[in-house]
Every structure is written in C-alpha cells, then in structure tokens.
C-alpha cells in the first residue's frame, strides 16, 4: 500500500471535527517548512480518542514504509 493510499485511508475513518482540524493544519495561504509544520501539530490540543482509533493509529505507524517529509507528500499530492 503507498502512503497516499494509507493516507487516504486514515484520513476516510476520521470524523469529521477530526477532519476539518487537519484542514485547519494543513491549509495556509503560504507554504510552511516541515519545522512549521512540526511546531503546528505539536502545539495542536490533545483530543479524547476511544480504545478502537487509538488500536486504529498503533497499527497504522507500525506498517512499512518510507518516511517522506511535508514538503514531498505535498508534491506527491499535487499541491
């Protein structure tokens, strides 16, 4: 599975105040270095997650693959 397709696949299980907070994240009228990037989610508030989505993200990051950095996953997607 590429990390596109396990991205999309993340991104298809959240909810939707989920969704709209990494909108808020990752829509800016600039481009933002990976450090911004970084600092931004870092600084993002802790959400209450069940039992089931936390089980959900472990086996997510446990999968394979290759680590990209901001920039490269947004000229993977184009934007």
Do not use: C, N
């Not at 990494?22 to 997650?49: F, G, Y």
């Not at 959900?56 to 999968?63: D, F, G, K, N, P």
């Amino acid at each position: 599975m590429s990390d596109l397709d396990r991205l999309h696949e993340i991104i298809d299980t959240l909810p939707s105040p989920q969704v709209h907070a990494l909108l808020t994240l990752l829509e800016t009228s600039q481009p933002i270095s990976d450090e911004q990037l970084a600092r931004r989610l870092a600084e993002a508030p802790e959400e209450e997650v069940d039992a089931e989505t936390v089980a959900r993200i472990l086996a997510a990051e446990a999968e394979p693959g290759d680590t990209i950095s901001h920039s490269e996953l947004k000229q993977r997607l184009g934007l």
